[in-house]
């Protein structure tokens, strides 16, 4: 039986083609019918389909017979983003081989370089395969020279195809079969299953993606975590076809699914191991190592008593999302929230669409931030992603913060803007290669807060389009970094204080200041709104007050029955500013992340 089993997955740069190839693997196998069949299947979340970007891997089983043998494949669809690595690291973990896609017209990008080299850490078989070779500006040679020169993969070993239209389909089925090893005999006999993958359904609790690494596991069984030694009955078992089909049990080998009585979200852990409790397994499966955020914002409840509601939701998604991260904290503006923390901007947008949709929360957004070490001149060393925490200056020794390595694919003509870009954003230049007469691919070290604000956009319209980007964490460098307080009518608004560098504080400042101006409304009274290093006033703008024209019914006669009017109008609004408080709409909070350069 395990001989016949595969188990791959597919994956590239974003818009490869992986989602398209997954339904075409679904058609020629005949697993979902005619009837069925829709673009994306494999994607089943609204947010996925409308976006065109696989958020969460998605695992299939397959039957193919080839020369009178039934195989059973077992396909994992992972995401192309990079903040979504995370997920496809955990994929290949419980895979043995790995279709490398290359679009036909663009060749390799960022991340098709970026997923190669973690499929081989992972020991995988990989297979090239060049898609869309059917559109008009396919370069199929160009192509198969580049993943020569590059990879060092022979032409003769990549496979082409056209995903869309289902040309060279057949071929791939053939060359995973005869290519991908059969998962390999283990040492032992007892059972060891890997949770890959979980998430929550409303009416049967938590469901775990396992992958069986030895023995097998049947319905009534009685198993046991490794880590947490807490104990589960086995309630249901089955495969993804792309359903969820139940069968009595999972053998060494394959992958699937299991529903058991786990009541708290928080104990099913992915990269735990599954054993029996009365012949349990002595060593654990290696697991995953643990993600760590890179950006962190605040996420608060509109209507405070969504609080509860918001700490449930979060919850749940972190069940099937173990990159997410989340803690208690209060605002004096908000009142009381969460401090999360995420992939990447992508990601952090993604969570919060998704808590707005899947559980009708509606949500503030705070500035995002990203984590910075400190030493203080006591010895103490202390991290912070919060501007709230930010030490007195007078107690700082050192200021560090996180720098990412950064590799950008781009054609020839547009290095100039590149180069300008990565000035502006404060990268360190290291090294330049050609890929091949029309394109090169640069190294930098960027700081990781450099890329927070449309960076990517940015990158995008300076090279029309054509340029793409991977990036990785390097390590924390020393820096020169400030806090910066917005006040309003002297007030500070804690969710408005951000941390930068020292050279870009009066622009970033005077840039929200005029964004905050835009946003809140008017009001009866004069309102400031000002950017503050410590007791430093950076700058400053004013939002003017609706005034009534007090002196329309005064026509003719002595100009002083007209100034009495004004000045009672003016002590009016001066009592007024005391008392007054500024409402700050949601969109002012938003606005930081669309502050332009």
């Excluded at 494999?42 to 947010?47: A, N, T």
């Excluded at 009416?203 to 992958?211: D, K, L, P």
């Amino acid at each position: 039986m395990q001989k016949h089993i595969r188990n791959f997955c597919i994956i590239a740069h974003i818009d490869h083609g992986k989602s398209t190839l997954a339904d075409r693997l679904l058609e020629v196998t005949n697993t979902v019918s005619e009837r069925e069949m829709k673009a994306q299947l494999l994607d089943s979340m609204d947010i996925e389909r409308e976006r065109g970007i696989t958020i969460k891997m998605q695992s299939v089983r397959m039957s193919y017979t080839q020369d009178d043998t039934e195989y059973i494949l077992n396909l994992i669809d992972t995401p192309g983003h990079v903040d979504f690595s995370y997920e496809v690291s955990r994929s290949l973990a419980a895979c043995e081989g790995a279709l490398l896609l290359v679009d036909a017209a663009q060749g390799i990008e960022a991340q098709t370089m970026a997923n190669f080299y973690l499929a081989l850490e992972h020991d995988l078989e990989i297979i090239p395969v060049i898609n869309k070779i059917d559109l008009p500006a396919a370069n199929v040679e160009g192509a198969l020279e580049e993943i020569n020169r590059v990879f060092g993969i022979p032409p003769e070993d990549c496979l082409t195809c056209s995903a869309k239209t289902g040309l060279g389909v057949p071929k791939i089925l053939e060359k995973i079969v005869s290519a991908i090893p059969c998962p390999q005999d283990q040492p032992t006999s007892k059972l060891r299953a890997l949770i890959y993958d979980a998430h929550y359904d409303a009416y049967r609790g938590v469901i775990s993606y396992i992958r069986v690494m030895s023995g097998s596991i049947k319905k009534g069984q009685k198993l046991t975590m490794m880590s947490t030694g807490q104990t589960y009955d086995v309630l249901d078992i089955g495969f993804f076809k792309p359903k969820m089909t139940s069968c009595d049990q999972i053998q060494e080998g394959e992958v699937g699914y299991m529903i058991s009585n786990i009541k708290k979200v928080d104990d099913a852990r992915i990269g735990d191991t599954l054993t029996d409790l009365k012949q349990p397994a002595t060593d654990a499966l290696s697991g995953y190592a643990e993600a760590k955020p890179m950006v962190f914002c605040g996420l608060y409840p509109v209507d405070t008593q969504d609080y509860e509601n918001l700490k449930d939701a979060l919850d749940k998604l972190k069940l099937n999302d173990a990159a997410l991260q989340y803690d208690p904290e209060s605002s004096q503006a908000l009142g009381l929230g969460y401090r999360c923390g995420f992939l990447g901007l992508l990601h952090m947008d993604i969570i919060q669409e998704r808590i707005e949709r899947e559980f009708n929360i509606d949500i503030v957004v705070t500035a995002p931030n990203v984590t910075y070490h400190f030493t203080l001149t006591n010895g103490e060393k202390i991290q912070l992603d919060n501007p709230s925490q930010f030490p007195d200056r007078q107690k700082i020794e050192i200021m560090e913060e996180p720098y990412m390595g950064l590799s950008i694919f781009t054609p020839t003509q547009y290095v100039g803007p590149v180069m300008e870009l990565m000035q502006e954003h404060r990268a360190i230049y290291l090294k330049a290669e050609y890929m091949d007469a029309d394109r090169q691919s640069f190294t930098f070290h960027i700081p990781l807060n450099e890329m927070m604000t449309n960076f990517f956009d940015k990158l995008k319209s300076r090279t029309q389009g054509y340029a793409s980007m991977d990036y990785w964490f390097e390590d924390y460098r020393s820096s020169k970094l400030t806090k910066v307080d917005m006040l309003i009518n002297g007030d500070p608004v804690d969710a408005l204080s951000f941390i930068c560098h020292e050279s870009k504080s009066a622009f970033i400042a005077r840039k929200m200041a005029e964004k905050l101006k835009e946003l809140i409304p008017r009001q009866l009274y004069e309102v400031s709104i000002q950017g503050a290093i410590g007791g430093k006033i950076i700058c400053r703008e004013t939002i003017r007050a609706m005034r009534k024209n007090v002196t329309a019914k005064c026509y003719g006669g002595d100009i002083s029955r007209k100034r009495k009017l004004l000045e009672k109008q003016k002590a009016g609004k001066k009592k007024m500013k005391a008392l007054g408080s500024v409402n700050v709409p949601k969109e002012a909070f938003l606005s930081v992340l669309k502050l332009d350069s």
